[in-house]
């Protein structure tokens, strides 16, 4: 089955910019989505299709996608910005939805 | 406005069975996929099943495939998640999920958990 790995967290500074990869067998050629989920709230769309954003989600919060690796870019970290991150991809081989590992943001 | 409302889920035993629930309201629920998504205490999230609109197609994770079957009434706006043969490893919150374009999932119900212990 297809796997999707996140580092399991990331430290940054307020104002600074936070990264969060997320690495698949060929990543690049799927469509891949973002999600943030606080404490004890549901998952939030944050960036859909490698690199746009829903209506709503600041655009702070930005995609790429590219051979192996996705990565999610959060540019001028917030404290609101503290939460869990997951990337997830539709994987036609199995005809499943998957889900990175997830990553903790944390603002120092 | 979207919401997506879960119910049915409580503490049951190894070996049992339960029905989860999910009241769409606030966009036409027969023109999208649905989804359930669940999450362990402490853990990741993990996708569980999706069907399609008109329920034509279905598709499970491996570690649900046999036990749940998913299900959808477009006259009542609601989504289901029969659970049966009810492992201590499927204890999770779950989550009902919107299916957009390219498999996103754009909207999401607050959850509803299922605890399985004797």
């Known amino acids: 089955s297809y796997v999707l790995t996140q580092p399991p967290s990331v430290s940054v500074a307020p104002g600074q910019t936070a990264r969060i990869t997320c690495g698949g067998n060929?990543?690049?050629?799927?469509?891949v989505h973002w999600y943030q989920q606080k404490p004890g709230q549901a998952p939030v769309l944050v960036v859909y299709?490698?690199?746009d954003r829903p209506s709503g989600i600041p655009e702070r919060f930005s995609g790429s996608n590219s051979g192996n690796t996705a990565t999610l870019t959060i540019s001028r970290v917030e404290a609101g910005d503290e939460a869990d991150y997951y990337c997830?991809?539709?994987?036609?081989?199995?005809?499943?939805?998957?889900f990175g590992t997830g990553t903790k943001v944390t603002v120092l | 406005e979207v919401q997506l409302v879960e119910s049915g889920g409580g503490l049951v035993k190894p070996g049992g069975s339960l029905r989860l629930s999910c009241a769409a309201s606030?966009?036409?629920?027969?023109?999208?996929?649905m989804n359930w998504v669940r999450q362990a205490p402490g853990k990741g999230l993990e996708w569980v099943s999706s069907?399609?609109?008109?329920?034509?197609?279905?598709y499970y994770a491996d570690s649900v495939k046999g036990r749940f079957t998913i299900s959808r009434d477009n006259a009542k706006n609601s989504l289901y998640l029969q659970m049966n043969s009810l492992r201590a490893e499927d204890t999770a919150v779950y989550y009902c999920?919107?299916?957009?374009?390219?498999?996103?999932?754009?909207?999401w119900g607050q959850g509803t958990l299922v605890t399985v212990s004797s």
């Open positions: 999920a919107r299916d957009f374009a390219a498999r996103r999932l754009d909207y």
């Open positions: 606030g966009f036409t629920f027969s023109s999208y996929s």
């Open positions: 069907i399609s609109s008109s329920s034509s197609y279905i």
């Open positions: 060929n990543i690049g050629s799927k469509s």
């Open positions: 299709d490698d690199s």
């Open positions: 997830q991809v539709w994987d036609s081989s199995s005809d499943q939805n998957v």
